[in-house]
């Protein structure tokens, strides 16, 4: 015999009407995708190196960085277009730069070269961590190929939903992730994480994450269509997320305690992703409560009331 769960994140038998406050959950929604489509435009993304082009340089110095020593011989080397940053411990250095005029692998490499002499110069005994390069061509090729990516797995959750469930489900499904989407995007400018390739596998990351949840509560709805013909929708939608509140707040806390550490100590290469992650996981979690069971509410109830029942 099994025993009983040591920790209910919801008691049994909870009846929270969420319904109530469908307005302020839909409003508040639009006004932060409105903000950060603005905000996509002007001051807009900042684009790592793969969509961006130009140079990566990582280094760790034995001790605490001296920043200012490290721009002085990398202005003595003639590169002076370069953007320090210092990444989780005192010792790491991250260095940016434009690519070379030149745009030749040649003239790449040197380029690395001289960083590296500059950054042993300043620091003796200096390890470089990582040295990358994309060129212009390839960067805006990855760049299309990465929003590319974000268009089709938007328009393939929107056919499973729909083949899945009914059409009132997808459409309300879809316009959810495109909300959550363009949450996320408002998140990468203000905090001015790098968009990158990193930064487009973890917004897919999302939107299945969030599909999935989505998918739970959907699940629960249409069976209950099944079972109450003559329960109002509204109390039937706020039925259907309690019974399945437990479980969704339990996956999210997993999956954010297992993210959350890679966001405090994951270093350049991960942090970022992970912030946007833990970030994706509260915003999917409550829109799955509170714009898609909404949105859901407003489709036409006895259009699903009459698919239930030729399910049946």
């Not at 839909?26 to 905000?39: D, G, N, R, Y």
């Not at 996956?251 to 992650?277: D, E, I, K, Y």
């Amino acid at each position: 015999m099994l025993g009983r769960p040591l920790l209910h994140l919801v008691p049994n038998g909870t009846k929270i009407h969420f319904m109530r406050g469908r307005f302020i959950g839909l409003i508040t929604s639009a006004v932060l995708s409105i903000a950060s489509i603005i905000l996509f435009f002007h001051p807009g993304l900042t684009l790592g190196l793969d969509f961006r082009g130009g140079i990566v340089v990582e280094a760790q110095t034995q001790g605490p960085a001296d920043f200012t020593k490290i721009r002085q011989e990398l202005t003595q080397a003639h590169i002076s277009a370069a953007g320090l940053q210092q990444f989780g411990a005192n010792n790491s250095v991250l260095i940016r730069l434009d690519a070379p005029k030149e745009n030749n692998a040649e003239a790449t490499q040197t380029l690395i070269t001289d960083v590296k002499q500059a950054i042993l110069a300043a620091h003796d005994g200096t390890k470089i961590v990582r040295a990358d390069a994309v060129g212009a061509s390839v960067s805006s090729e990855l760049f299309r190929n990465g929003l590319l990516a974000l268009g089709l797995s938007l328009l393939m959750i929107m056919f499973y939903i729909w083949f899945r469930f009914e059409w009132e489900f997808a459409v309300s499904a879809i316009i959810t992730l495109v909300l959550d989407l363009t949450k996320a995007i408002g998140f990468l400018v203000i905090t001015r994480f790098e968009f990158d390739l990193v930064m487009v596998a973890a917004l897919l990351t999302i939107l299945g994450y969030s599909t999935n949840d989505k998918v739970v509560v959907y699940d629960r709805v249409r069976e209950n269509l099944r079972k109450y013909h003559s329960m109002p929708i509204r109390e039937l939608i706020d039925m259907s997320i309690n019974e399945t509140l437990s479980r969704t707040l339990a996956t999210s806390a997993t999956v954010f305690l297992a993210a959350l550490p890679l966001a405090l100590f994951g270093g350049a290469s991960l942090s970022g992703f992970a912030w946007v992650m833990l970030f994706g996981i509260v915003v999917g979690t409550s829109s799955s409560i509170f714009i898609a069971a909404p949105l859901l509410l407003f489709m036409e109830e006895g259009s699903l009331r009459r698919r239930a029942k030729k399910t049946q």
